[in-house]
C-alpha cells in the first residue's frame, strides 16, 4: 500500500501558522493588562472623530496639533473633575483631623445608641473589634493602590494610542474598513450600531 507523502511547503505553511498564532497569543497575554488603556483609546476616538476631521480636513489645522488638542480636552475632563473632588475633600478630611476630640464625641454617642437599640445592640463596636476591623482593611491597602497605579498606566497608554490614532486617522479607517469581510451596507450599519453603543455607555 502507498502512502501519500505530505508535501513540505504545506507543512511549512502549517508551522507558520502554529508560529503566528502562539506569536499573536504570547502578545495577547502579555498586553493583556493594557487592554483597558487600548479600549479607552477606542472610545475616545470615536467620541473625537467628527472633531478631528473637522478641524483637519475643513480647517486644515496640522494633525499633530489638533491631536494634541484633543488629547489636552481629554486630560481637562478627566483630571478637572478629580481636581475639583480632591480640593473639597482635602479641607474637609483635615478639619475633621483637627477636631479629634469632637469625632471621638460623636463617635461615643453613636456607640451609646448602638448599645440602647434593641436590634443594633448585637453590633460590637468595642476598641478591640475596631482595631480588628481596621487592621483587616489595611490588608486591601497594596491592592488599592495597585488598581490606582493601574488606572494611571492605562490612562496614559490610552492617550498615547489616542494620539496615533488620531494622526493617521483616515488611514487607519481605510485598513479596517477593506479588513472586514462583509458587504458596503453591513459595514455601515456595523459602524451606526458600533459608534451608538459607543456613545451611550
Given at each position: 500500500?502507498?502512502?501519500?507523502q505530505i508535501n513540505n511547503n ?153 494620539y496615533f490614532m488620531l494622526v ?34
Amino acid at each position: 500500500m502507498k502512502y501519500k507523502q505530505i508535501n513540505n511547503n504545506s507543512i511549512n505553511q502549517i508551522m507558520l501558522i502554529v508560529i503566528i498564532l502562539a506569536i499573536c497569543i504570547l502578545i495577547f497575554t502579555s498586553l493583556f493588562y493594557y487592554l483597558p488603556g487600548f479600549l479607552g483609546a477606542i472610545t475616545l476616538y470615536v467620541l473625537f472623530r467628527k472633531l478631528n476631521f473637522k478641524l483637519t480636513e475643513e480647517k486644515k489645522w496640522n494633525k499633530s496639533f489638533a491631536s494634541i488638542l484633543l488629547i489636552v480636552l481629554t486630560l481637562i475632563f478627566l483630571v478637572g473633575p478629580l481636581y475639583l473632588l480632591i480640593n473639597y475633600m482635602v479641607p474637609q478630611v483635615t478639619e475633621a483631623i483637627n477636631n479629634k476630640d469632637e469625632i471621638m464625641q460623636k463617635f461615643d454617642s453613636i456607640k451609646t445608641y448602638f448599645k440602647d437599640s434593641p436590634y443594633l445592640s448585637n453590633i460590637d463596636l468595642s476598641d478591640t473589634a475596631l482595631m480588628e476591623s481596621l487592621q483587616k482593611a489595611a490588608k486591601f491597602i497594596p491592592s488599592i493602590l495597585n488598581s490606582v497605579a493601574e488606572v494611571g498606566v492605562n490612562v496614559l497608554v490610552a492617550l498615547f494610542v489616542l494620539y496615533f490614532m488620531l494622526v493617521s486617522s483616515k488611514k487607519l479607517e481605510e485598513t479596517i474598513y477593506h479588513a472586514i469581510p462583509f458587504s458596503t451596507t453591513s459595514k455601515a450599519e456595523l459602524w451606526k450600531e458600533f459608534d451608538m453603543m459607543v456613545k451611550s455607555n
